[in-house]
């Protein structure tokens, strides 16, 4: 059994890096001193915000990447312990289950759109057999598996938002604004392309990011992220409902 496209989760990272690299769109224009920061600028914020964000011990983490020709969805809680757990929707319908109750294994659990799509080279018995075997119940594996890697870098805050540049120029501030009830002002960098990123940073208590919202362009998307700080309950699913890859 494989883990998501390649291309589903470089999407993914990208919407998720949308604040650090040259072709996700990188902040680049200085603003003036305003706001709740004090005399903070734009670039000075955003550093301390993904500073601050990295070194969280736990948080949730929501992703809608809305390309049309494959979109993805995830919702991931994890911490930094290397628990994790969520799930991860491609395309229309396909939804993986996931637990990481630690740093050896990692269980997988398909819905039967996802099952369909894994099997669906395979002659029909096969394709029966699998489905039977594997409906409901979760796959186990080491998360050393080359299979599991990309799916496992969702469950990786740091390697998440590794491609944030720090010292970006020319972050334009915004209005100050709430999101999941919580105070937080917006950052812009208007790209080329008619495509824009807004990172909104929590004005009140740690400063730490809460949303990226990016428009335009090919990967437009959001990310909001919450829970910080909350226990991440990744348990081992029940012997009998396992099955373990060989």
Not at 196 to 206: C, E, F, I, P
């Amino acid at each position: 059994m494989h883990a998501p496209r390649r291309t589903a989760v470089t999407a993914l990272l990208c919407a998720a890096l949308a604040l650090g690299t040259t072709a996700c769109g990188p902040f680049s224009d200085d603003a003036k001193p305003t706001g709740p920061f004090g005399d903070l600028s734009g670039s000075q914020i955003v550093d301390k915000a993904f500073a601050a964000t990295k070194g969280a011990k736990a948080l949730t983490v929501d992703i809608d990447q809305r390309a049309a020709a494959d979109p993805v969805k995830a919702y991931l809680s994890l911490d930094d312990r290397g628990r994790c757990t969520g799930t991860l929707t491609t395309g229309a319908t396909n939804t993986i289950e996931l637990i990481k109750p630690d740093g050896k294994d990692v269980y997988l659990r398909f819905d039967e759109a996802s099952l369909r799509e894994q099997v669906k080279d395979e002659d029909a018995e096969t394709q029966k057999a699998t489905i039977k075997s594997l409906k409901g119940r979760w796959l186990k594996g080491p998360v050393s598996d080359p299979d599991n890697k990309d799916m496992l870098e969702l469950c990786d805050l740091k390697r998440l938002l590794s491609g944030f540049e720090q010292g970006a120029s020319g972050i334009v501030k915004g209005a100050e604004t709430t999101v999941g009830g919580r105070k937080a002002l917006a950052l812009t960098e208007p790209g080329g392309g008619g495509e824009s990123s807004t990172v909104y940073v929590a004005t009140q208590g740690t400063p730490y990011v809460l949303r990226i919202v990016t428009k335009g362009g090919e990967e437009p998307g959001t990310i909001t992220f919450s829970n910080y700080g909350k226990p991440v309950g990744a348990e081992a699913p029940a012997a009998k409902d396992v099955v373990e890859t060989e």
